[in-house]
């Protein structure tokens, strides 16, 4: 039986490792406790006193490294790092936020600050922030609601040090192909974003001038609002909505209302709640919906956060539940308001000092304007926008699955190059040399 001959990009030796996250590492390899090449530096100074710009874990993008926003207020303790440190996000670290400071600063204390002792600090943060190094850590955590990983426990894990010549080869092949597959992201991201303008374009022309371009036009009367076809008509909510006011009733599902997509039963994400969604135990204090209904976030509504309702169910009590008459198509009305246009309307009646502040009351609400096509054309004008955006979804659907893939991609190389699974162009392998020799 023949042998299976080694891959042109593996090396020809390895042997086995001590390390926890790794097998098996090239021959010619050492493994280290990290705390020999990385010391933890602990240089606290408050951010009071000090003109350094802070960093906080916002500022260190996942996975990447990539610094953003850099710059953020903090008061307190922070530590200082120096150019060439290595800072490595303890909280949630399946977040792999592992940075490499180019210079001198502050950062959050959830950053833990390593400075190289030998080796190529490029090298070492892609080590500490690899696929496998960071499910270690993370399997090590403590705190449910804050999982943090432990100084100690990271210092004593081992890490690999190839030559500092092939050290310096991997860095320059994971940066080199790194950025390649970042402009690859950008690019979909840059299709997505423009996907998603032509979506929202087609949304407010549909509602606010209909689907004939041939139809003949009127002023509105209202500036805010300009032309709208000639038969259609605009009314004040006041006269098209009653404001519902029932409890809620044990069973039913708990509704939420999304700045990104109207109502539905899932949980709110942590940018539709920035308050944090406090559940109430008596359900009586929620208020209950049916289908068709209209609900909006008193507190939200300035930013979209309205929606139709498809099921029944509950929604809290921070929400205003309004029942339109049968002038109104529900769908079409939720269309109409997530436009840019009338989520200014909904942002010019909402009182409040700040933003944080801001609520959208049922006396204001009244007050609105809604423009009025017929019956059917309202049908026709949600059935073309449900045909075009999902479409159009569809198309965003699959550049989400690619840039997915780019980012396993990545991942999966930086990982093959940290712990030799491959051997990047222009490194000698010993182990060749020696059997060609």
Known sequence: MLKAQPKRNSYKSYKKCNAAWVDNIPSHWKVVPLKHSLRLISDKKSTL???LSYLGMENIESHTGKLIQAGSEAEGLANRYSPGDILFGRLRPYLAKVALADSEGLCSTELLVYRPQSGDPRFLK???AS???ISLVNSSTYGSKMPRASAD???SQKILVPPLREQLAISEFIEN???????GIHAKEQQISRLKERKQILIQKAVTRGLDSNAPMQDSGIEWIGEIPKHWGVSHNRTLFTERVEPGKEGLPLLTVS????VSTGELSEDDNLRGRVKIEDQTKYSLVHPGDIVYNMMRAWQGAIGAVTTTGMVSPAYTVATPDSRIRPKYFEYLYRTPLFIHQMDRHSKGITDFRKRLYW???KKMLTL???LDEQDRIVRHIDQESTRIDRAISLFHDQIERLKEYRATLIDSAVTGRIRVPGVEDPARKEAMA
Do not use: D
Not at 177 to 183: R, V
Not at 259 to 262: A, D, E, H, P, V
């Open 363 to 365: 006396q204001e609400f």
């Open 49 to 51: 006193v000090s003109s």
């Open 372 to 374: 009025l096509p017929p």
């Open 259 to 262: 700045i990104r997509s109207g």
């Open 153 to 155: 426990f990271i210092g």
């Open 126 to 128: 892609h080590t500490l």
């Open 131 to 133: 696929k496998q190094f």
């Open 177 to 183: 192909k790194t950025s390649q597959i970042s402009e």
